[in-house]
């Protein structure tokens, strides 16, 4: 965890300086709903400590508190804030969080999926054409799902999934490293509380989540 907290603020330090470096550029022109757009798709890695404090009880578990996914996102722009371009647009994604233990010598696997959809606001800080900086908020849906192959009533098992789905959201910034390639760090912020099929008794499991995504833009702010 201590791992990743330096990652992700090596990398807002990063976004930071190139946030220096796109205010440098003259200020962008007036900017209309629409004249800018992006769609891209990024892959996460993402730290979950809550995970980590979860007692499942013969659930599955322990769980893994590191986990690997994906978002795809689409905007576009909408005017100017200051310096900054507005883009207003939509997000999905998800990561994946492993678990195995053994009961009874049945392989009682359990797994913890997260996903989310938002809506989401970017303030982007840079001239068209060249490199730039986004501060970025999201605001939706959080979904975590517990899916678990439960050998309790051996020699019988049975596949089970319990999700949760609650309001949530998050804060992050975002950098062009390179033309359409961008990097970025995300603090994701929900709360779940019970998960029933973990257990009532196996904590309450909430945020933030820390997350490291490295995206690739599709749109025409490079053209």
């Known amino acids: 965890m201590l791992r990743t907290r330096r990652t992700l603020a090596l990398v807002l330090g990063s976004i930071a300086a190139g946030q220096v470096c796109a205010q440098s550029g003259p200020a962008p022109d007036a900017v209309g709903l629409g004249d800018y757009w992006n769609a891209e798709i990024a892959v996460t890695y993402t730290s979950w400590d809550a995970l980590g404090d979860l007692d499942p009880a013969g659930r599955g578990g322990p769980f893994e508190t590191e986990g690997l996914g994906f978002d795809a996102s689409i905007d576009g722009s909408i005017g100017r804030l200051g310096n900054s371009i507005v883009f207003a647009g939509f997000e999905f994604g998800m990561a994946g969080f492993n678990s195995n233990v053994f009961l009874e010598g ?49 020699p019988e098992c049975f596949d089970s999934e319990i999700s949760v789905t609650e309001p949530g959201g998050y804060i992050g910034a975002g950098w062009a ?46 053209r």
Request: include cysteine.
């Open 106 to 154: 049945f392989p009682d696997r359990s797994a913890l999926d997260l996903a989310y959809a938002v809506g989401t606001l970017s303030f982007r800080f840079g001239s068209p054409g060249a490199q730039y900086v986004d501060i970025d908020i999201g605001l939706g849906a959080y979904n975590a799902g517990n899916l678990y192959i439960d050998c309790t009533a051996v």
């Open 177 to 222: 490293v390179w033309q359409g390639l961008n990097l970025a760090g995300r603090v994701h912020f929900a709360d779940f509380g019970t998960i029933g099929s973990i257990g009532p008794e196996s904590g309450t499991l909430d945020g933030p989540m820390y997350s490291v995504r490295l995206g690739w833009e599709f749109g025409n702010w490079f």
